[in-house]
């Protein structure tokens, strides 16, 4: 990993499955129903519970912000933090190719690769550059959540290539919101290739689905 500012590797990765699907009012593309990627991520969540340790795990960065004076959320007040600052983020990301999904208290951003970089670069296109400083401007209102930012790639070139694409991507995303002025201690990156895809490698949709640099938002609690 690239990044100078935090440590790398954590999280467990978003995978949305298939299922029935609907119309993102926001973004206006079509996303798999709630349900099946509530199951899904439960799956997927296990497959890398292992990486969840070390000097980056979730409680260790938790301690760390409480300690340095970031006050952390308790009981009901959670869910109505989540909740404006999910709704603040849809606002500023409606139609712009960013889904905003919910799960539990954790709020997830989708970045799909061909809106964020052009094709085989780690590079923000400048165009996206406006966008990720919105999202920042949101992230820096509302400090009290873990930023996790993991990069995924598809099944296409080198295993080996893939992973270090999707870290760099995960790196150049998470460079950019703390040079725009989120707290560096709050930010975790970590690329995982082409491990945990959200639709086929066999369809050129599939695949461009599959390109992508998510980020979860985690609620700053005192405890779990």
């Known amino acids: 990993m690239q990044g100078k500012y935090w440590i790398a590797m954590m999280l467990a990765a978003?995978?949305?499955?298939?299922g029935c699907t609907t119309i993102n009012p926001y973004t206006r593309e079509e996303q798999t129903a709630k349900a099946t990627q509530g199951a899904a991520i439960g799956a997927a969540a296990g497959a890398v519970v292992g990486l969840l340790s070390g000097d980056d795990s979730r409680d260790r960065r938790k301690r760390a912000l409480i300690g340095a004076g970031v006050g952390a959320l308790a009981g009901g007040s959670i869910g109505y933090y989540m909740d404006v600052q999910e709704a603040r983020l849809r606002q500023q990301l409606e139609g712009?190719?960013?889904?905003?999904?919910?799960?539990?208290?954790?709020?997830?951003?989708?970045?799909?690769?061909?809106v964020t970089f052009d094709v085989d670069q780690a590079a923000i296109r400048p165009e996206f550059g406006p966008i990720?400083?919105?999202?920042?401007?949101?992230l820096d209102e509302y400090d009290q959540t873990l930023v996790e930012v993991v990069g995924h790639t598809d099944s296409t070139g080198g295993q080996n290539y893939n992973q270090l694409l999707s870290e760099r991507r995960a790196d150049a995303v998470g460079d950019f919101l703390v040079r725009s002025g989120v707290m560096?201690?709050?930010?975790?990156?970590?690329?995982?290739?082409?491990?945990?895809?959200?639709?086929?490698?066999?369809?050129?949709?599939?695949?461009?689905?599959?390109?992508?640099?998510e980020l979860t938002l985690v609620p700053l609690t005192a405890t779990g």
């Open 184 to 213: 560096p201690r709050r930010v975790a990156v970590a690329g995982y290739g082409e491990l945990y895809p959200v639709a086929s490698n066999a369809t050129a949709p599939g695949r461009q689905a599959n390109r992508r640099v």
């Open 14 to 18: 978003t995978v949305l499955g298939t």
């Open 96 to 114: 712009t190719g960013v889904s905003v999904t919910r799960q539990g208290n954790e709020i997830i951003l989708n970045m799909p690769g061909n």
């Open 132 to 138: 990720l400083e919105s999202v920042a401007l949101v």
